[in-house]
Nanobody, 117 residues
Framework: QDPLVGSGGGSVQAGGSLNLSCPVSTYGRRTCGMGWYRQALEKERELVASIDKDGTTTYKDSVEGRFAISQDNPSNTFYLQMNSLKTEDTAVYFC???????????WGKGSQVTVSS
């Protein structure tokens, strides 16, 4: 894997892997965690993974066991490791800081992930 490709998405064959990265600024008490949204064409945006302030991770059933969210503390960078990718995982992925009192908010244009059969 190329971390630059992961950070900006990429194209892989089914069964392959990608790693997305997202540097997150410090918001102090306003930050309550980090999540990853994805939105496929003609579908609603869905939260596929999140990590709360206490370190608890949560995954959507469809990605459970295949995706993993993690954090590199020194660089304050969050990652979404995606393994055993399926064509159904094709979507634009957004990192989404959790803002206290608001919730997970997706920012930016996201990263296109395309999985081919």
């Amino acid at each position: 894997q190329d971390p630059l490709v992961g950070s900006g998405g990429g194209s892989v064959q089914a069964g392959g892997s990608l790693n997305l990265s997202c540097p997150v600024s410090t918001y102090g008490r306003r930050t309550c965690g980090m999540g990853w949204y994805r939105q496929a064409l003609e579908k609603e945006r869905e939260l596929v993974a999140s990590i709360d302030k206490d370190g608890t991770t949560t995954y959507k059933d469809s990605v459970e066991g295949r995706f993993a969210i993690s954090q590199d503390n020194p660089s304050n960078t969050f990652y979404l490791q995606m393994n055993s990718l399926k064509t159904e995982d094709t979507a634009v992925y957004f990192c989404a800081p959790c803002l206290e009192g608001i919730g997970f908010v997706a920012w930016g244009k996201g990263s296109q992930v395309t999985v081919s059969s």
